[in-house]
């Protein structure tokens, strides 16, 4: 069965900085692309970034920069470093896995972690 | 970017109808388009990928159509546990994007 387990959100000061983790079970993950989305309070899904088997990462444009995707797979876990936090990346953080290698769509999520940003 | 509109945000509908969502995107996204179902204080869900294909324990109610442009998630008979928020997704090109979503709700 997979599992993805999300940690690391909570409360942090605008400017702050903060590091999710998810750690993955139940599959070979060093041959699967990951991802992170997010959630706002009451609104839409919003993808934030991946990386792929082969450590190649994409990001949102207007998070480049801030944020920084990783992987270590010998923990099977990926990271995502965020940096210089603004009250509107108060979010939900899903991991995904990805359906293939590099690419393919969101075929497993993890339950979150609620990152607030504020004062 | 690729964007992709869900043109109706609230869908009210009576247990047992069929429901029809669409969903377009501003440009061809081939057949990589995926549905997912999220339920109140839950994760997403994965419903359809490939515009078509079910995902794993998917009940057959649940069908998908379109490539392209245009798109459509059709639910044949609408169940209780069916009220949810619908979200299509695009992974054709970067950055991946999803539509708005649309919540169907008990009429």
């Known amino acids: 069965e997979v599992q993805l387990l999300e940690s690391g959100g909570g409360l942090v000061q605008p400017g702050g900085s903060l590091r999710l983790s998810c750690a993955a079970s139940?599959?070979?993950?060093?041959?699967?692309?990951m991802s992170w989305v997010r959630q706002a309070p009451g609104k839409g899904l919003e993808w934030v970034s991946s990386i792929s088997s082969g450590l190649s990462p994409h990001y949102a444009d207007h998070l480049k920069g801030r944020f920084t995707i990783s992987r270590d797979n010998s923990k099977n876990t990926v990271y995502l470093q965020m940096d210089s936090l603004r009250a509107d990346d108060t979010a939900v953080y899903y991991c995904a896995k990805r359906y293939t290698s590099g690419g393919g769509h969101f075929e497993y999520w993890g339950q979150g972690t609620l990152v607030t940003v504020s004062s | 970017e690729i964007v992709m509109t869900q043109s109706l945000a609230t869908l009210s509908v009576s247990p047992g109808e069929r429901v029809t969502l669409s969903c377009r995107a501003s440009?061809?996204?081939?057949?990589?388009l995926a549905w997912y179902q999220q339920k109140p204080g839950q994760a997403p869900r994965l419903l359809i990928y490939g515009a078509s294909t079910r995902a794993t324990g998917i009940p057959a109610r649940f069908s998908g159509s379109g490539s392209g442009t245009e798109f459509t998630l059709t639910i044949s008979s609408l169940q209780s546990e069916d009220f949810a928020v619908y979200y299509c997704q695009q992974y054709n090109d970067w950055p991946l994007t999803f539509g708005g979503g649309t919540r169907v709700e008990i009429k």
């Open positions: 139940g599959f070979s993950f060093s041959n699967y692309g």
């Open positions: 440009q061809s996204v081939n057949f990589n």
